[in-house]
């Protein structure tokens, strides 16, 4: 009717789609076109970054081998071969297997013969040569003793070694500090990886954090003008904190480019340098990665917004 | 008949210090409605120190300041963008971004002041305010472009696009010539006409005296004296520096 005023209220869904046009303008274009108009500041930033991801994938992909290693050093360490000595009677070694089979710490016990220990000897890097050196067998047979925890392989050595059907001088395989040696090493070398990767990173996060006080800085009046204005606090800090990701994402993409150019290459030998170490474990760590670099730099940023954008 | 508007701007016993050195001590004040006033001293008195604790850059060390109801002396952090909407800026140098046209940079502090602007009302009130300054044909030009005085009506169109029931402008016509400085003043005083309290930080003497307005006057800090409007032309030696 003419006259009437006719209450309505603002579309939702226009609010929303304003909202979200203005929000992408000034964040994330914003960001975008800032960040390729100062790529010249940004690129130490970035290269650091990128250094930081790609050492970060190939020590966390090197570390996952070792950790494979070590898995199936700790299972070979579990082996006990209990060498039979030539002369043995087999009463006794029937004595002594029943006796290891019925041990609650022992998991299994098998026999091998000496023909089947030089098969196997042959199969092992360096050892064909030893084999094929002498015309007669030089390899005992054994027992194989599977002990089911790692901490009793040296109280069964000292079971067996001196049984009269044990071989006096090769007796076990045991050694008591190969384990110890090679969980050392490996601790070595995760902290010496940490470490160097603490170091890295404290490097790019305080490049990407003078970076993005560069960025403030060379827009210090836009800066200012927006706070006066009364834009609020998560709109002046948001485009230098993406800014930030966007240099992390970039450097992730091209770690993620080289780890894929590296899985084309290289897929089906990996398992051979880097037991575990499959295309879909080199995918996952390159995503990874790329997560790593997204939040180390948007984070990096954040810090050197909080600390230099402070009104 | 006593005023019954509540103040847009009131301090209450303001001190403010800057390690030993007092820059506002036990200042007192209050400003209504669509007032029009002048704040002059000489240099290092406190001018700017009082208008940063109206936007909030910095806190007093004692007392209280309201503006337009909120506790500006103790204010979250997360609601100074809300107080800074109520209060319009404008300063010496115009702090205009000069990659944007005159239009831009007021619809700029629109869209970034509050984001439920649309890009069409921004522009249609953007022009609005530049109409209202007098720069109504020149929204597409950029700041290299424009005057000084031109420059500076820009930069009060952006001050009062978003509607704030204060204005604040520290030396206005600082670098502008004469006639520019009175064409200016007249502005301010057409925006205190429509309800805008205007407290405008000056040397100008000249200015001060022939406006008639109120006038704030800061030495050392203190609050000196505090002219009504009308009465303002024996305390002009004041405002000299």
Known sequence: MAGDVVKARFPRRLLIQIVATNIFRYLFRGAARNWFRNIGSAAPALSSMTLLLLLSGLVGLVGFALYNLETIQSAEASLLHVYVRDDARAADVDSLWDRLAADPRIASVTYTTRAEALARAQHMPGLPQLASATESNPFPASLDVRVKNINDVASIDRLVRYEIAVDPVYSTSYDRGAYQRIQAFLLGIAVAGLAFLGLLGFVAVTVTMNSIRAAIHSRRDEVTIMQLVGAPRWMVRGPFVIEGAITGAVAGIVVFGLTAAGIAAASTSFAQFAPGVTAAVAAFAAALVFATGLGLGSGSSLISVRRHLES | ?241
Not at chain 2, 131 to 154: C, K
Request: charged residues 25%; neutral net charge; glycine residues 8%.
């Open chain 2, 1 to 241: 008949m006593p005023s019954v508007l509540r103040p847009i701007l009131e301090f209450a016993g303001v001190t403010r210090a800057y390690g030993s050195r007092l820059a506002l001590d036990d200042v007192s004040l209050a400003l209504e409605p669509g007032e029009l006033a002048f704040l002059v001293g000489p240099s290092g008195a406190g001018k700017t120190t009082l208008l940063r604790l109206i936007n909030r850059e910095i806190r007093p060390s004692m007392g209280h300041v309201w503006v337009d109801g909120l506790a500006a002396h103790n204010i979250k952090a997360s609601r100074v963008s809300a107080l800074r909407r109520r209060v319009g800026v404008v300063f010496q140098d115009y702090k205009l971004l000069p990659r944007l046209t005159a239009m831009e940079n007021v619809a700029f502090a629109l869209q970034v002041g509050d984001l439920r602007v649309s890009d069409d009302e921004a522009k249609e009130r953007a022009l609005d305010a530049l109409e209202a300054v007098g720069l109504g044909d020149r929204g597409d030009s950029f700041p290299h472009q424009l005057s000084g005085g031109q420059q500076q009506r820009v930069a009060v169109a952006r001050a009062v696009v978003g509607q704030p029931p204060l204005l604040i402008a520290d030396e206005p016509t600082g670098n502008l010539d004469v006639d520019t400085s009175w064409e200016m003043m007249d502005l301010f005083a057409d925006i205190a006409a429509f309800g805008t309290t205007v407290l405008i930080a000056t040397h100008n003497v000249e200015i001060v005296r022939r406006f008639q307005r109120r006038v704030i006057t800061l030495v050392h800090g203190r609050l000196v004296r505090d002219q009504p409007a009308g009465r303002t032309g024996r305390m002009a030696w004041l405002a000299t520096s």
